[in-house]
C-alpha cells in the first residue's frame, strides 16, 4: 500500500519561503510521479507542480511557475516544493499525491495515493 505524507507547512510573511516534504513508501515500481496540489477555502483542488521519479522531469503551473521548485530524493523517497516569493493567494491545504507512471496529468484524479494536507498561509 502507498502512503504518503506532506509537511512542512506553516505561517509566513508575504515574500517569505517554506519547504514542503512528502514522504513516500510502499511503492513496488521505480516509475511513479508524485505530484504537489492546493485547495484554497471555496476553490478546487488544483495541481501546481509534478515530477517524474523515473526521468526526473518537472512540471509546474504557470501560477507558481518561477517561484516553486519541485524535487525529488529517490534514495530518501523524498519529493520536496521549495516555495519563494510567496503570496497570500498561495494560502491554501497542500497535498502530495502519486501515480504509477512517468507522466503528470494536470487533474488530480490520475493520482490513486494521497497525502493528508499541510497548511500553508501567508499573510500579506
Known amino acids: 500500500e502507498v502512503q504518503l505524507q506532506a509537511s512542512g507547512g506553516g505561517l509566513v510573511q508575504a515574500g517569505g519561503s517554506l519547504r514542503l516534504s512528502c514522504t513516500a513508501s510502499g511503492f513496488t515500481s521505480d516509475n511513479y510521479s508524485i505530484g504537489w496540489f492546493r485547495q484554497a477555502p471555496g476553490k478546487e483542488r488544483k495541481g501546481i507542480s509534478c515530477?517524474?521519479?523515473?526521468?526526473?522531469?518537472?512540471y509546474s503551473d504557470a501560477a507558481v511557475r518561477g517561484r516553486f521548485t519541485i524535487s525529488s530524493d529517490n534514495a530518501k523517497n523524498m519529493v520536496y516544493l521549495q516555495m519563494n516569493s510567496l503570496k497570500p493567494e498561495d494560502t491554501a491545504v497542500y497535498y502530495c499525491?502519486?501515480?504509477?507512471?512517468?507522466?503528470?496529468?494536470?487533474?488530480?484524479?490520475?493520482?490513486?495515493?494521497w497525502g493528508q494536507g499541510t497548511q500553508v498561509t501567508v499573510s500579506s
Open positions: 515530477i517524474s521519479t523515473g526521468d526526473g522531469r518537472t
Open positions: 499525491a502519486a501515480k504509477l507512471g512517468s507522466s503528470c496529468p494536470r487533474t488530480s484524479n490520475p493520482f490513486g495515493s
